[in-house]
């Protein structure tokens, strides 16, 4: 069984940064993907960004060029840098890791005020 551990989200003014950072641990295969999923309110979950064991990154458009996700495979940890935060980054932040399953963490909320 994986568990992840989700930290670093909170409340940031419009502009400012954040930083995420999902540590996994527990019995588990090779981490192929870790990534990060955001739900803003009223919406469906949506891929923001995910770097592949070999730091193949993938980012969605809306965050290209303001995120950053990082992972320290020694320490089983995917970070996400987050500059120049706007208001539409408002969500629920979920870390994903896919072994040969796929697992979630439990949530971290993220707020930009305007």
């Known amino acids: 069984q994986v568990q992840l551990v989700e930290s670093g989200g909170g409340l940031v003014q419009a502009g400012g940064s954040l930083r995420l950072s999902c540590a996994a641990s527990?019995?588990?295969?090779?981490?192929?993907?870790m990534g990060w999923y955001r739900q803003p309110p009223g919406k469906q979950r949506e891929l923001v960004a995910r770097?592949?064991?070999?730091?193949?990154?993938y980012y969605s458009d809306s965050v290209k060029g303001r995120f950053t996700i990082s992972r320290d495979n020694a320490k089983n940890t995917a970070y996400l840098q987050m500059n120049s935060l706007k208001p539409e980054d408002t969500a629920v932040y979920y870390c994903?890791?896919?072994?040969?399953?796929?697992?979630w963490g439990q949530g971290t909320q993220v707020t930009v005020s305007s």
């Open positions: 527990g019995t588990m295969f090779s981490i192929n993907w």
């Open positions: 770097v592949s064991s070999i730091d193949s990154t």
């Open positions: 994903n890791v896919v072994t040969r399953r796929e697992y």
